[in-house]
């Protein structure tokens, strides 16, 4: 259990203003995360890391010198929000480019993958990489579907070096690929872990069983046997890991490598300690020669006993960048220059743009808006449980929590500038930006990018008419495809949006008025929705747990379901416009 926290919700934002406190000559806090307080060198490349919270040093507490130059942070396991990582990457700019680092979760891979689209759109030069060391999350054939554990460090090591060191960011990207590249991780877990004010934890282990593979959400590991002696278990990485040599070596003696032995938040340091010394022992005894190895916390997960090995099978290049100097709050090695502190002026972020100009039938219209959003957000936060307990079943069981978030941070956004006379089209691309960014995760980026369709579409001009409307939800449908790459039978949303999206569309094509068509597509997503449960999982969280799921429908699919249903009840009674 987690025993100290003041507002579960807060948890996030509190251990933030802290983290950023206790580490002031370092790290400053930006809005989505922290970036160095210190000045970097001019015209090399920012290298931004991030993540969701909760896995502490990863990802603020490898910010500074030498390593990154900021971090997004997301709420508790949740990825943080493209928005977030756009203000933290804008913030770290040092006029060449930008590398986007992350871990490989479904989350991350969208939130990170539009921030880098916007960025360029504004001429900053912007790579993105996912750190896949984990060999248990994914077979050798799918390398790209691993996720990122403990090897986050060497990769990020490796990258922050090559662009301390003035790399052009073309280098430093095709550095840290090839740092991931010869990357593995293997790690076990004990027992699962429990958010702050949750009253069981997240995931579990059965008692005196080991886990091994087990993700740091919980993502299912690929086998159990009983918990081994301490030997037993650095003998099991090191074989796991020397089954799994990068391609490109083709004899291990004699070769070096950089090694992570690392605790997952409540295995002791002792207890590391004395695993690692028969996992020095079997490395020396395969020939390695062990390179500045790191025993203690890199990447954790809240409270879980786990433990996991890495290896960085190094060559003259990635061993240069592994023993540079580094000097971040959780990490430290060599000594650095003395880095100058940054001028307040230069900590100032810039404030609100202003709102587009709207028509008065479109301001009227934002009112309207603005009730639906609201009656969705009560509709969504009577059913969190709900939601979050089908989720539960093949996902993490947080998607309840997080469609609540997504859905109060932006009629809170929508309040606020339906005040300040937004027309329905920026009210709602402004909530799609607040739903995205305090939702996070998998599914706030993907409402994030079918709010902001079905905005562009309606505009500031005219109230939203059948045509409009229509046209919008396939902007969504289109846009949520483009990004998630789901494709109907994966089970995931998209199951629901195109049957919603094609019957409104045919409906309005044919003459029908916007209340109707939506009402008649509301009834094809609700079965769209139900009919989901017999589908297996081939996206996101639930992929894994493929067999579980078959016979619970998904809950994103679900959610959009009501979501529909209830505005479709609201026009039906508001008559919004035909
Ligand atoms: N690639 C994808 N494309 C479309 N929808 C997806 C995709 N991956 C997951 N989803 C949807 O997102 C839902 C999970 O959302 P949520 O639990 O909030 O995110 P996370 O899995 O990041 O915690 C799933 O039920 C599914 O409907
Ligand atoms: O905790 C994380 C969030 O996972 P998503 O599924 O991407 O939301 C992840 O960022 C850990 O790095």
Redesign the pocket.
């Known amino acids: 259990m987690t025993y100290l926290f003041n507002q579960p919700s807060a948890f996030a934002a509190e251990l933030i203003e802290g983290f950023v406190a206790a580490n002031a000559d370092k790290v400053r806090q930006v809005t989505g995360g922290v970036v160095r307080s210190t000045r970097s060198q001019p015209n090399t490349v920012a290298v931004i890391v991030g993540g969701g919270s909760g896995h502490y040093p990863a990802f603020a507490g490898l910010v500074g010198q030498g390593l990154a130059h900021g971090a997004a942070m997301g709420n508790l396991f949740?990825?943080p929000s493209a928005q977030q990582i756009y203000n933290v990457a804008r913030a770290a700019h040092n006029g060449a480019g930008v590398l986007l680092m992350f871990g490989n979760y479904?989350?991350d891979v969208l939130h990170f993958g539009q921030a880098c689209e916007r960025l360029r759109a504004e001429g900053i030069a912007c790579e993105i990489l996912a750190v896949t060391d984990d060999i248990s999350s994914a077979s050798k054939d799918e390398l790209t579907k691993r996720r990122g554990v403990a090897g986050d460090l060497c990769v990020f090591k490796a990258a922050c070096a090559a662009a301390e060191a003035g790399d052009d960011l073309a280098t430093v990207l095709k550095k840290s690929q090839h740092a991931n590249d010869r990357t593995r991780t293997f790690g076990v877990a004990f027992a699962g872990c429990t958010l702050p004010g949750a009253s069981h934890p997240l995931f579990e282990v059965e008692k005196g069983r080991m886990a091994l593979g087990l993700g740091i959400h919980g993502e299912p590991g690929i086998s159990e046997t009983e918990v081994p002696r301490a030997d037993e278990l650095a003998e099991i990485f090191v074989e796991r890991l020397l089954s799994e040599v990068p391609a490109d070596i083709k004899q291990i003696a004699g070769q070096r490598v950089a090694v992570i032995l690392n605790g997952l938040g409540s295995v002791k340091y002792e207890e590391l300690f004395v695993v690692y010394r028969r996992v020095a022992q079997l490395l020396d005894a395969a020939g390695l020669a062990v390179v500045e190895p790191d025993v203690g916390e890199f990447v954790t997960s809240f409270n879980m006993a786990g433990v996991s090995l890495t290896l960085m099978w190094l060559d003259d290049e990635l061993e240069t960048l592994w023993r540079a100097p580094a000097n971040a709050p959780a990490y430290r090695k060599g000594s650095v220059l003395i880095a100058e502190p940054l001028s307040a002026a230069e900590c100032e972020e810039s404030t609100e743009e202003a709102l587009p100009q709207a028509s008065a039938e479109s301001q009227q219209s934002a009112q309207r808006v603005l009730s639906l959003l609201e009656s969705v957000a009560d509709l969504l936060q009577r059913n969190v449980q709900k939601l979050g307990d089908i989720?539960a079943v093949a996902?993490?069981g947080?998607?309840g929590i997080?469609?609540e978030r997504g859905v109060l941070g932006a009629v809170e956004k929508a309040r606020e500038v339906a005040a300040r006379g937004a027309g329905a089209g920026s009210l709602l691309c402004r909530a799609a930006d607040a739903w995205a960014d305090k939702a996070g995760?998998?599914?706030?980026a993907?409402w994030g990018v079918a709010l902001t369709a079905l905005g562009t579409s309606i505009g500031d001009n005219q109230s939203p008419d059948a045509q409009r409307v229509a046209a919008g939800v396939k902007g969504a449908k289109d846009g949520?495809m483009h990004f998630?790459?789901?494709k109907v039978g994966d089970k995931?949303?998209?199951d629901v949006l195109v049957p919603f999206s094609d019957s409104l569309n045919a409906a309005v094509a044919e003459g029908a008025s916007l209340t109707d068509a939506w009402l008649a597509a509301a009834k094809v997503a609700d079965k769209a929705a139900q009919d989901t449960a017999h589908l297996v999982p081939k996206?996101?969280?639930?992929r894994p747990l493929a067999e579980k799921s078959v016979g619970t429908p998904?809950?994103?699919?679900i959610s959009l379901a009501m979501i529909v249903n209830r505005v479709g009840d609201l026009l039906k009674e508001q008559k919004v416009s035909q």
């Open positions: 949740a990825s479904a989350g989720d996902g993490d947080d998607h997080g469609m995760g998998t599914s706030g993907l949520i998630g790459k789901a995931t949303m998209v996206m996101g969280r639930a998904d809950a994103g699919a």
